[in-house]
């Protein structure tokens, strides 16, 4: 497995500003987030035997420089269920893209594990001109797109400043559990929080970051989309 450093350099040295979803993936991997289980598949059959050794259902997504917001343009297909329906979500993801950008450069379609449904957060950080990289939290949909609904504090944050984060959207309420919802494992979102400022702290080169969405269960959190943005 490449290191976040071998990952960035080399997306450098290609010109490339935003790092592919597997790439991201490996580079949270190296700090402890997790992060859905996945394979780069380069053609049908791979993509069906992929999604055997992962189990069922399993989600397929276009991997490409150049799509950035991968279900904008049918670049995700979730909750397939047999080797029939990714080898049809496959082919389909691929003419999804090509009607789009047909100049479109095709790395490959990701074959990943399917998180089930849970609470969604998301991770991200931003780089101050003046202060660098800070980390953002919030709860997914339309707690951060339409209410705002986050907080920030500038990297590297402590296990306090992580916890303070979390307490501190006014959807907190929602991931202590609530009408018979379970309560999400908040200790996992911290952990997370840690890992993203280690991140962002030792990789000056990243502009942007941004898990979204990761899924909070009781136990434990998986991120299921990542993306990365170079200076
Ligand atoms: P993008 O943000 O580039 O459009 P995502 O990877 O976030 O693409 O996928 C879009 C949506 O599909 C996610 O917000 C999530 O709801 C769902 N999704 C994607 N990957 C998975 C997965 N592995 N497990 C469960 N749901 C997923
Ligand atoms: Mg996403």
């Known amino acids: 497995m490449k290191s976040a450093s071998e990952i960035i350099s080399q997306a450098v040295k290609d010109?490339?500003?935003?790092?592919l979803e597997p790439e991201a993936k490996i580079i949270c991997k190296e700090y402890g987030i997790p992060v859905t289980r996945f394979e780069l598949a380069k053609d049908e059959e791979e993509?069906?035997?992929?999604?055997?050794?992962?189990?069922y259902p399993v989600v397929l997504k276009i991997v490409s420089q150049d799509i950035l917001h991968k279900s904008d343009v049918g670049g995700v297909k979730v909750n397939l269920k047999d080797a029939k329906e990714v080898r049809?979500?496959?082919?389909?993801?691929?003419?999804?893209?090509?009607?789009?950008?047909a100049k479109a450069q095709i790395v490959g379609v990701l074959v990943q594990e399917m998180a089930p449904a849970s609470t969604e957060v998301i991770v991200g950080s931003t780089k101050d001109p003046?202060?660098?990289?800070?980390?953002?939290?919030?709860?997914?949909?339309?707690?951060v797109e339409v209410l705002k609904d986050v907080t920030f504090r500038i990297a590297p944050i402590t296990e306090e400043d992580a916890r303070e984060m979390v307490e501190g959207v006014k959807a907190y309420p929602l991931l202590k559990g609530y009408r018979g919802s379970p309560p999400?494992?908040?200790e996992a979102i911290v952990e997370i929080l840690l890992a993203t400022s280690r991140l962002v702290v030792e990789h000056q080169e990243i502009k942007e970051l941004d898990l979204n969405p990761i899924m909070?269960?009781?136990?434990g959190a998986k991120t299921v989309d990542a993306r990365i943005i170079l200076e």
């Open 15 to 19: 010109g490339r500003k935003s790092l």
């Open 47 to 55: 993509a069906a035997k992929f999604a055997t050794a992962i189990g």
């Open 88 to 101: 049809s979500a496959y082919e389909e993801i691929l003419s999804n893209v090509k009607k789009h950008y």
């Open 130 to 143: 003046q202060f660098g990289p800070a980390v953002m939290f919030g709860l997914g949909g339309v707690f």
């Open 184 to 186: 999400a494992d908040i």
């Open 216 to 219: 909070v269960y009781e136990k």
